[in-house]
Each structure stands twice: as structure tokens, then as C-alpha cells.
């Protein structure tokens, strides 16, 4: 199994509060996604990385910020939650890019906005 | 730029086959296929490449007609571990990201 971890497991939080959700990876893949997952919508990309300090926008990018300092993390975070930011996240790691290689997930982010 | 799967869900008894579809508007350049277990992260099946190139999986197959933009998925003789719902994810080419269907949940029962 691809080295990736998600932090926290689950989180409930209030509307309002900041959050950060982190991936991190041993693998020294360059490539790094966070999706979210909801009823009726399957996975929708929220941001990625292809290197350090690279990221861009996915689909789904608004109230949402990523970081990567280093090659091995991934950072997101809700800038204010709101409740339909609760879904469950998913870190996705790759060593090139998804024209020819496949995606590893994390264990997945429960997150609840009350 | 989510391409569309069909169907939504399936039930199966062990031993039947079944296909599943995703589609696109856009071009595209890769198709990969993933399952997901209840309360699992996704976990990568296959990918298809344009030109014809297949990777992955022993037991399941797919196809990918380029000119369609068109995937499909062939499980045959399902086992009761194929229960669980796919995705499949497209890419247009020279893309670094890759979006996903909406997902086909799979039931095989006994």
C-alpha cells in the first residue's frame, strides 16, 4: 500500500471556524489531490499539486486553500466553514502525472460543519 | 468537465456479467477506472490510454473507443468481492488532474 495518511480521521467543527485538513505522503510522489465525496456527486476535485509550491484549482476550489511547503504534504484548509463543506475528503497521491499513472487515496477525511 | 456513468446502480446475482459506461464531452486522453468498498478509499482498477495501451486489472477488462470519448467496463462472472461502487476518471491530455463520474454502485448477491 502507497505511504498515505490523512490527519484528522474525523473532525466535527462550528460554522464559521477555520480548518486544515493535512495529507501526507513517504512515497516522493510529485503529484498531490485533494476531492471531496458527496451523495449523488461522487469525487470532485477541489485542488492539486504537481510540485512544490505548484497548486491550482479544481472543479470545486471556492472557500477552499491548499499549501505545500514540502513534497510530502498537503495541506487544505476551509478558510470558514460552512455546512455544506460537510463531505468527506480524500488525499490522492500519483508519481506522474494521471495521463499515465494511476491515483493512490488516503483513508478519507470525515468532516462534519455544525 | 465530469464525465457521465450509466448506469447509476446494478444489482447482480454471483456468476452474471455487467458493464458499465462513462462518457464524455471532451476529448480525451486517459480513462482510469477505480472501485470504491463502503467506507473505503478508492482503490485503482485500471487505466486506458488513448491509442489503445490497457493497463491493470486481471479479472476485469474495459475498452476505450477515443473517437466516442467513451469507456466502458466488463465484469464478467461477478463475484461477490466485486460489490462496491466505481468510478471512472477522465483526463484530457497534458492535464495534471483528473475528474470523476458520479459512480455505478455494483451489488452482487449470492
Known amino acids: 500500500d502507497a505511504g498515505i495518511t490523512q490527519s484528522p480521521r474525523h473532525k466535527v467543527t462550528e460554522t464559521g471556524t477555520p480548518v486544515t485538513l493535512r495529507c501526507h505522503q513517504t512515497e516522493n510522489h510529485r503529484y498531490m489531490y485533494w476531492y471531496r465525496q458527496d451523495p449523488g456527486h461522487g469525487l470532485r476535485l477541489i485542488h492539486y499539486?504537481?510540485?512544490?509550491?505548484?497548486?491550482d484549482k479544481g472543479e470545486v476550489s471556492d472557500g477552499y486553500s491548499v499549501s505545500r511547503s514540502k513534497t510530502e504534504d498537503f495541506l487544505l484548509t476551509l478558510e470558514s466553514a460552512t455546512s455544506s463543506q460537510t463531505s468527506v475528503y480524500f488525499c490522492?497521491?500519483?508519481?506522474?502525472?494521471?495521463?499515465?499513472?494511476?491515483?493512490?487515496f488516503g483513508s478519507g477525511t470525515q468532516l462534519s460543519v455544525l | 468537465q465530469q464525465p457521465v456513468q450509466s448506469p447509476q446502480a446494478v444489482i447482480l446475482r454471483e456468476g452474471e456479467d455487467a458493464v458499465i459506461n462513462c462518457s464524455s464531452s471532451k476529448a480525451l486522453y486517459s480513462v482510469h477506472w477505480y472501485r470504491q468498498k463502503h467506507g473505503e478509499a478508492p482503490v485503482f482498477l485500471m487505466i486506458l490510454l488513448k491509442g489503445g495501451e490497457q493497463k491493470g486489472h486481471e479479472k476485469i477488462s474495459a475498452s476505450f473507443n477515443e473517437k466516442k470519448q467513451q469507456s466502458s467496463l466488463y465484469l464478467t462472472a461477478s463475484q461477490l468481492s466485486y460489490s462496491g461502487t466505481y468510478f471512472c476518471g477522465t483526463e484530457g491530455g497534458g492535464a495534471n488532474n483528473l475528474f470523476f463520474g458520479t459512480g455505478t454502485r455494483l451489488t452482487v448477491i449470492p
Open positions: 499539486s504537481y510540485g512544490v509550491k505548484d497548486t
Open positions: 490522492a497521491i500519483s508519481p506522474a502525472e494521471p495521463s499515465y499513472e494511476k491515483l493512490f
